[in-house]
C-alpha cells in the first residue's frame, strides 16, 4: 500500500488533537502510526521532530492496509511552524488539513502545564515563565537538554489569526478543515462525524467517546525531571541495561514509575491581572481567527 499519507492533523497544543487522532485510529478505513508527532516537515524546528529521513518518515505507515483508504498522522507544531504546511503541499497537493483551535489564552496556560509535566519547563510559574520568553530566545534560561527554544515561546503559539491565514495561503479552503475546541468538547461525536465526511469517508459504528489528555501534573517533581531527563551518566547505564535485557522491559518500568508520578488534576487560575494581559496579547489574532472562520469569537476577549 502507498506510504503517502492525505491528511494532517497540525495543531494547535491542547486543543483536543489528542483525543481526535485517538478517535479516528479506531476507524477501519483510517491508518494513523502508533508513532503520534513525528514533526517530519517541520524543518524549521530542527532537532525537535523524532523522524528526521524520508525513510523513517515512509516507514511510520509500512502497516497500512488496502482498506484503511486515507492515512493520516498528527504533528501539533506544524501550524506553528512557518516551514511545515509549505513542506506538506509540496510533499502532497491535494491533502485535506486538520485544524483545532481553543481561546489561545487557555491553550498557553494549558500548554505550559503540560511543557512542565514533560520537564520541558523548569519553572513551574506561568507568569513568571511568560516574562522569560525574551531572554529563552536568546539561548538563556532554558532545560537541560532542551528540544528546542521554540517550545517556550508561549506567545508565537496563540497566534492563531495569522497561522489560519498562513494555511489558507498554502491550501485551497475546501481542503482545509477548521475546528473550534468548545464544539469538540460539547459534541465530539458530531465534530466526529463530521471529519469522517470531509476525509471522504462513510461513518463507522462508533459511540463512545472518552476523555483524553486530560491536566495532570507530577506528584513528585525532582523524580519527573529524573525521568524525562536523566542525567548523562544513568543515560549511559540505562543504554546498556536496553542493550543487555532488550529496551521493552525497561521502558515498560519507566512508564510504570511515570503513571504512578502523575495525578490528574484542573490547573490553578491565572490571576485577573495577568489573565487581562494576555486577552489583550491575543486579541488582534482571536478577531483575525474570527474573520477567517466567518464566527464571532468575541467571548475570547
Not at 512542565?116 to 516574562?131: G, I, K, N, T
Not at 460539547?186 to 483524553?212: C, N
Amino acid at each position: 500500500m502507498a506510504a503517502t499519507p492525505n491528511f494532517f492533523i497540525v495543531g494547535a497544543p491542547k486543543c483536543g488533537t489528542t483525543a481526535l487522532y485517538a478517535y479516528l485510529r479506531d476507524h477501519p478505513h483510517i491508518f494513523m502510526p502508533r508513532v503520534k508527532e513525528p514533526h517530519f516537515f517541520a524543518t524549521d524546528l530542527k532537532p525537535y521532530p523524532i523522524v528526521q529521513t524520508p525513510e523513517a518518515y515512509a516507514a511510520l505507515f509500512a502497516e497500512r492496509t488496502p482498506a484503511q483508504v486515507a492515512a493520516g498522522e498528527a504533528s501539533v507544531y506544524y501550524l506553528r511552524s512557518t516551514a511545515a504546511i509549505p513542506n506538506i503541499r509540496a510533499f502532497n497537493p491535494d491533502a485535506r488539513i486538520i485544524a483545532m483551535f481553543r481561546n489561545p489564552v487557555d491553550m498557553v496556560h494549558a500548554l505550559h502545564a503540560q511543557l512542565l509535566y514533560v520537564s520541558e519547563e523548569p519553572v513551574a510559574d506561568f507568569q513568571a515563565a511568560w516574562r522569560l520568553q525574551t531572554r529563552r530566545a536568546q539561548g538563556l534560561d532554558l532545560p537541560r537538554r532542551s528540544r528546542g527554544s521554540f517550545l517556550l515561546q508561549y506567545r508565537e503559539f496563540g497566534r492563531f489569526g495569522t497561522q489560519v491565514e498562513r494555511l489558507l495561503a498554502t491550501f485551497p479552503a475546501d481542503q482545509v478543515k477548521l475546528i473550534v475546541y468548545e464544539d469538540f468538547a460539547a459534541s465530539p461525536e458530531r465534530v466526529y462525524a463530521q471529519v469522517i465526511r470531509f476525509l471522504g469517508l462513510s461513518p463507522d459504528e462508533r459511540t463512545e467517546f472518552p476523555r483524553i489528555n486530560d491536566s495532570k501534573r507530577a506528584r513528585v517533581p525532582w523524580l519527573r525531571d529524573f525521568l524525562r531527563k536523566p542525567p548523562p551518566l544513568l543515560l549511559h547505564t540505562v543504554r546498556g541495561l536496553k542493550r543487555a535485557v532488550g529496551a521493552g522491559p525497561v521502558e515498560a518500568v519507566k512508564r510504570a514509575l511515570v503513571t504512578r508520578n502523575t495525578v490528574k488534576e484542573a490547573r490553578s487560575p491565572l490571576s485577573a491581572e495577568f489573565r487581562a494581559e494576555l486577552v489583550e496579547e491575543f486579541r488582534d489574532e482571536v478577531t483575525l481567527l474570527s474573520r477567517l472562520l466567518g464566527r464571532d469569537l468575541s467571548h475570547w476577549v
